[in-house]
């Protein structure tokens, strides 16, 4: 439903997930990447403080479990990063995006990535950058995320960065 933009069809379900994760630390993940669905329903449908205040948790969650050089821990801030963008907190949200930057580099060195989650954090921080005024970090990070994406695709994409 959220792949096909059925943001309003797809959000009783994923109520309906919440409800039935069992409530163990066993099931923390599970219930993490049910909240993560229904914060990015929320985000899409311009609910952005309930959508933080779920990534907050999923955060929060992932925080606890994962170890602090997971990508999946990388993902989840580079969404909040968005999300705090979003919502005007462009100092958080650049916390944020610099910090997935950081655990993406390092699972691009170990060799858990090709580099492109590195590059979509490196254009999300040169965008809080820009917006912030600092110009110079931003072209900086803009480029380099850039440079990420040609190298891993072949081909630079207009669809990210956004």
């Given at each position: ?85 979003e919502d005007g907190q462009l100092e958080e949200a650049l916390r ?63 669809k990210y960065g956004q």
């Amino acid at each position: 439903m959220v792949e096909r933009g059925s943001f309003t069809e797809a959000e009783p379900l994923l109520l309906t997930a919440r409800l039935a994760c069992p409530d163990s630390e066993e099931a923390l993940l599970t219930l993490a990447g049910v909240l993560f669905n229904l914060a990015g329903v929320r985000f899409e449908c311009n609910r952005i403080k309930e959508s933080l205040e779920l990534c907050q948790q999923v955060l929060q969650i992932r925080e606890k479990i994962l170890r602090p050089s997971d990508p999946l821990l990388g993902n989840t801030l580079y969404s909040i990063g968005i999300v705090y963008m979003e919502d005007g907190q462009l100092e958080e949200a650049l916390r944020c995006c610099l910090k997935a930057v950081e655990i993406h580099e390092a699972c691009e060195k170990e060799g858990k990535h090709d580099g492109s989650p590195t590059g979509l954090s490196c254009l999300d921080a040169g965008l809080c950058y820009w917006k912030i005024g600092e110009l110079e970090l931003a072209s900086q990070y803009i480029e380099r995320g850039l440079v990420l994406f040609e190298r891993t695709t072949g081909k630079l994409s207009q669809k990210y960065g956004q």
